[in-house]
């Protein structure tokens, strides 16, 4: 299941090319909120260990998280349910190609 953006410790990179993609690793990060609340420096650290990626793709982010990450020029998108569905589905509907948007590639 895709996490919460700002509670996610890890990410799993993906590279796509066309219509496949593949796993290169899950990069373990320090979450961006803990018991206290989250803050834009804890957004910049998990950006900072996201700075590679050209997608972010998550279960749910908040308004403010959203638009930390997209001043970063990372695309973001959300989804619901298994991430290997959720990224088939992107890829499917052509997202992730050039020039093309949608209502993350890295996903949590």
């Known amino acids: 299941m895709l996490d919460h953006f700002a509670r996610a410790a890890v990410f799993r990179i993906v590279e796509i090319d066309g219509a496949e993609h593949w796993?290169?690793?899950?990069?373990?990060?320090?979450?961006?909120?803990?018991?206290?609340?989250?803050?834009?420096?804890?957004f910049?650290?998990?950006?900072?260990?996201?700075?590679?990626?050209?997608?972010l793709v998550v279960g749910r982010i908040g308004p403010g998280a959203a638009t930390h990450v997209m001043k970063t020029g990372i695309r973001l998108f959300?989804?619901?349910?298994?991430?290997?569905?959720v990224m088939r589905s992107?890829?499917?509907?052509?997202?992730f190609e050039s020039g093309r948007s949608?209502?993350?590639?890295?996903?949590?």
Do not use: K
Request: glycine share 16%; with cysteine; charged share 25%.
């Open 78 to 85: 959300q989804g619901s349910g298994a991430q290997e569905g």
């Open 90 to 95: 992107l890829i499917r509907a052509g997202v």
């Open 23 to 42: 796993v290169v690793e899950d990069r373990q990060v320090q979450p961006a909120a803990d018991s206290e609340g989250h803050n834009e420096s804890g």
């Open 44 to 55: 910049d650290r998990v950006l900072a260990a996201l700075a590679d990626c050209q997608a």
């Open 102 to 108: 949608a209502g993350p590639g890295c996903g949590d």
